[in-house]
Each structure stands twice: as C-alpha cells, then as structure tokens.
C-alpha cells in the first residue's frame, strides 16, 4: 500500500516538470533589434581634414555613441545625436575604408567611407546666388558631396535663347 500513495506523486511532479521545461523553451524566440547604416554623408573626407559625418540613413540607429573606421588614422568625436567631428591624420593613404557605428544594440554593418586627396564641398541650398565661389569652383579640381533630402526634389538651370531666323 505504500506504493500506491508514492506513485501518484511521482507522475504528478514529472509531469509538471515535463510541462514547465515545454513552456519555458519556447518563449525564448525572441530577438533584440540589430543597427543597420545605410548611409553616412558625406561619404568620404580629404587627407589631414576634419569633416562633421552624420548617420543619415539607417535603422535601429538609437543612441549612437561611437564611429569607427578600418584605419587607425581615422577618428571620429562623437557631437550630437547622429554626427560625428572625423578626422583623418596626414598619413592616412587615399583610398575606401569601412565606417561602422556604435549604438544602443551594437556596432552596425560596415559602409563606404572615401578618404581623398582632393578637397570636397557639400553640395546644399544656396540663398543667394556667389559668382566668385561658382567661378573659384569651376577652375579649381574638386570633389561635390550632396544628397536629395526630399522626394522629387530637382534643381534646375535654364537660359533663355533667343533663336534667329532661318
């Protein structure tokens, strides 16, 4: 008879423990979210310059603290939010090194970062027309950085000709 009330007890605790060890397997599925850069702008800087280089496209790109690149010679400070101050030192080759950044859910896949030795100007919006900068920038061997902020955005240029008959 003393086994017939130890059996009972014996079937009722495996199975809870059958049962919890079930339940508890599958809800650890779960993952955390992962960075992911899609673009920096501007992509690439000039040898022996510092350039402020923001994060611009990406996803899961919260609380950025950090920038890194394949060359020791390339530095970046982080200032506010997506931006970093990057400098690259005068020893730094002419080439295509990998950018990553550091955020709340890791480092992120690597993109293109170009170190030059020809200077580079952001391409943005003008106020106001400056024939001596457009005339200085048309003589002289140069890089142009820019990108469409808005969809659909085109800028334009057009002359009015006055034709003669034929």
């Not at 779960?30 to 040898?47: E, F, I, M």
């Not at 010679?73 to 506010?80: D, L, S, V, W």
Request: aromatic content about 6%.
């Amino acid at each position: 008879m003393h086994f017939c009330v130890i059996a009972p007890r014996c079937l009722a605790v495996t199975f809870c423990g059958v049962m919890a060890f079930c339940l508890s397997s599958s809800i650890s599925l779960a993952q955390l979210p992962q960075t992911r850069l899609y673009a920096v702008h501007p992509q690439g800087a000039q040898v022996g310059q510092t350039v402020d280089v923001s994060a611009s496209n990406g996803a899961d790109l919260d609380e950025l603290n950090a920038m890194t690149f394949s060359h020791p010679g390339i530095k970046a400070e982080h200032k506010t939010g997506n931006t970093f101050a990057v400098t690259v030192a005068a020893d730094v080759s002419p080439g295509v090194y990998e950018a990553r950044v550091q955020g709340l859910y890791g480092t992120s896949n690597p993109r293109c970062f170009v170190v030059g030795s020809l200077p580079e100007v952001l391409e943005g919006r003008r106020k106001q027309h400056d024939r001596n900068r457009s005339s200085r920038l048309r003589s002289a061997a140069l890089l142009t950085a820019g990108r469409i902020v808005e969809p659909m955005s085109i800028s334009t240029r057009s002359r009015e000709r006055k034709v003669s008959g034929c």
